[in-house]
């Protein structure tokens, strides 16, 4: 009795959880750019949110590490954080500036500089190469578990994927719906190529398996390679916990 209490009390628990992190995101002003330009209603913001919250791969009754880190992983990608520019920003231990330490350019480690250092600098590959071999990947893994009918699906409709990617993006100026899918923000486009439901589920599992082949070739290597630059530093992850001591100087510079 007390078990099944405790689960009851772990699912409700969850449920709030959810509900407060989504309201958090959808009225976070880091969300700005996504809302702005959306007078076209571009997003389908409950695949969205379905997404963010890794119900994909898990159920809403499951919840384990693996599970908590992944949706960890996707509410900070889609709010752009934490990067240097932010840490910095929030005053966060050992981080002395928001200069990108990879890339040595002395350049603002935002986002989006991120997204082209780790691309440009250290895959020599551009985002549309890697959306492009994603689709042969994930073909090479649906024939790996035989599942010809998908197969099928995916070669029907993989050219019309491509282009709706490689389409100007309406809301992220400047951009093409590529750096959509690396915030994790699915476009209502996807669901207009198909009125049938197995083509259209498809279609989402190839975007979501995109969206993982671009964290493993940019995110992941960039973590590795700050966590190592970092360890050279000696900044250890409970150090980035803290706050950082501000100066003299830097409190006469906000007062001017």
Known sequence: MINESST???EWRKKVTEA????????????NDLFMYNFKEEFDWRSTLEFVSNRINFSQRQCNDKDTKERTYRIKNI???PTYEVLYRRNTNK??????KRCGKEEKEDWEHTVYVYVKITNSRTINEIVQESIYRFEKYLKDLNQNEEIEILRTYNFEFIRILESPSIIL????????????VYNENFNSLTKKKEEKTLIKKLWNFTYDELKKKIWIPRCDEIKRLEDREN????DLR????ITIEELEEEKD
């Not at 407060?20 to 969300?31: A, G, Q, R, T, V």
């Not at 900044?235 to 409970?238: C, D, G, R």
Request: aromatic letters at 6%.
């Open 8 to 10: 009851r009390y772990r």
């Open 20 to 31: 407060i992190w989504k309201n958090e995101i959808l009225n976070s002003e880091k969300l």
């Open 79 to 81: 709010l752009k954080e």
């Open 95 to 100: 981080i002395e500036n928001d200069k990108c």
């Open 173 to 184: 100026q400047g951009k093409n719906r590529i750096w959509e899918l690396l915030r994790g």
């Open 235 to 238: 900044i250890k992850k409970l």
């Open 242 to 245: 803290k706050k950082r001591e």
